[in-house]
């Protein structure tokens, strides 16, 4: 077993740096993914606006050169750079170019226009205002549009050309810085969202390590300083309750297995000593060998009490027993016959108010029991009869219609005797686990039986109790409040 927490240990640890390592690329990837589209979708936004704005405008140029060519007759020395008067707007990064009737170059553009066949075919036409276009036409290292609108009459032609190679230039740039800025976010993302996961994951990783420690070394009084007060403090603090609790259990466990050593040590060396006496039973005169077999049966008797008792310890801290509707009086009724049956003492029970409450009717039925037991050994004279006393809360609010109410206060259980009482030194003690006063010590029993009804009462929300009854004898009792805790 020692060897199978630590297999436990490195078998999970692993998975603790992947659930590290799956927040963090888990955030990147989707901040990836966010940015990756809002900077594609950007992009082809932006880019397609810049576009549709250099064709618009190199569209309105060229409509109107043909409108101004078709309502006037105009010649090729009117479109000359030598005459500024008679030359169009040229627009930032357009280029003209004049062409004569054969379709030859009058005015150069700068740059020079390469001149096809289709524009000197324009250069030659009758209509003013016939244009044809090239898209993609190289010019040195650029990229021009070029338009040919034809002057009519075959006076020739006006070429028009805007470069889109700047444009194009200008998206690249803007492709890179988009991917840089991108890359950017990305690689930002992934490292805050590394930070996160580490800042997120730290207190969980405290709960392991506090587990895998307890695993490791079976010692359940381990601090867990987790704080905070999210779903990860919460695990944290009831980790926390539940080692305090097994801490709790384990140390329960451990006294009782002490005391309950310590108890039957003595019974077991007298009846040891006794059966050694066996041998020599022959020897013995008539009366000692009574004595004997008397004394052997009572500490078997004594044995026998002490090993039950032990093992209602045990089932009352463990008891599955599912609770339910009980009447304490009718409980108590059942205790005092069975106590008038086995004793042949008279056992009074007196009930008042709600004696109903929610609880293990056989954990109760125990703790009864053992109260009557301890009254009627205690007081062997029996002049006097034991009284089981079970008071119900007063009923608050009660309805007309049905007589019935709310409860308040808890529900009390008392057992009265006429024995030699309780001191006030032994009053604090009386519940304590094989805890026995002085002047019992020489009566049969183990000290477990009030250690019993202790425990009940703690497990149905209440409390126990004891003082001296006036005119002599005790008062031990426990309360019951709304039900067993869970």
Not at 120 to 139: I, K, N, P, S
Not at 361 to 380: C, H, I, Y
Request: with cysteine; net charge neutral; hydrophobic share 40%.
């Amino acid at each position: 077993m020692a060897g199978r927490p630590g297999c436990w240990v490195s078998r999970r640890r692993p998975k603790l740096a992947s659930l590290r390592t799956t927040f963090a690329v888990s955030f990147a990837a989707v901040t990836a993914a966010v940015t990756v589209l809002v900077g594609v979708l950007s992009y082809s936004a932006a880019a397609r606006l810049v576009r549709v704005d250099q064709e618009s405008v190199f569209d309105e140029v060229v409509q109107d050169l043909r409108d101004e060519v078709r309502d006037r007759a105009m010649a090729p020395g009117d479109f000359s750079s030598a005459a500024p008067g008679h030359d169009i707007v040229r627009p930032a990064r357009t280029d003209v170019q004049v062409l004569g009737p054969d379709g030859a170059v009058v005015d150069p553009g700068s740059p020079g226009l390469p001149v096809r066949a289709a524009d000197r075919a324009v250069a030659a036409a009758t209509t003013a205002g016939t244009f044809t276009e090239h898209r993609d036409v190289d010019v040195g290292s650029d990229v021009y549009r070029v338009a040919t609108v034809a002057l009519g009459g075959g006076r020739g032609a006006v070429q028009v050309a805007q470069e889109f190679s700047d444009t194009e230039d200008l998206l690249r740039a803007l492709q890179r810085r988009t991917l840089v800025l991108m890359t950017a976010i990305v690689t930002g993302a992934g490292l805050f969202g590394w930070w996160l996961a580490r800042r997120i994951t730290h207190r969980l990783v405290i709960l392991t390590t506090a587990a895998e420690d307890v695993a490791r070394t079976r010692r359940l009084g381990v601090q867990v300083p987790v704080t905070g007060y999210d779903e990860v403090g919460r695990l944290g603090r009831a980790f926390d309750r539940m080692l305090g609790r097994l801490a709790q259990s384990e140390e329960d466990q451990r006294r009782l297995v002490q005391d309950a050593g310590h108890e039957l040590r003595t019974p077991l060396t007298s009846l040891r000593t006794n059966i050694s006496l066996l041998h020599r039973i022959d020897e013995l005169p008539p009366a000692t060998r009574a004595e004997l077999v008397a004394d052997l049966g009572q500490e078997a008797r004594e044995l026998t009490d002490l090993v039950n008792e032990l093992v209602d310890l045990a089932a009352g801290q463990s008891d599955t027993e599912p609770p339910q509707r009980v009447d304490l009086a009718d409980l108590a009724e059942e205790v005092a016959g069975l106590a008038r049956r086995r004793t042949g003492r008279q056992v009074l029970v007196r009930a008042s108010g709600d004696t109903g409450t929610v609880g293990r009717p056989g954990m109760l039925q125990r703790a009864l029991s053992n109260l009557v037991e301890n009254a009627t050994k205690f007081d062997r004279g029996g002049g006097t009869p034991v009284e089981i006393r079970v008071t119900g809360p007063a009923l608050a609010h009660p309805r007309p219609r049905s007589g019935g109410g709310t409860p308040v206060g808890p529900l009390r259980v008392e057992v009265l005797d006429r024995g030699p009482g309780i001191t006030e030194s032994d009053l604090t003690r009386v519940f304590d686990r094989f805890y026995r006063a002085a002047d019992a010590r020489s009566l049969p029993g183990s000290g477990l039986g009030l250690s019993i009804v202790r425990e009940v009462a703690l497990a149905h929300g209440g409390a126990p109790f004891a003082f001296p009854r006036a005119g002599g004898g005790s008062v031990i009792g426990f309360t019951v409040g709304g039900g067993p805790e869970d």
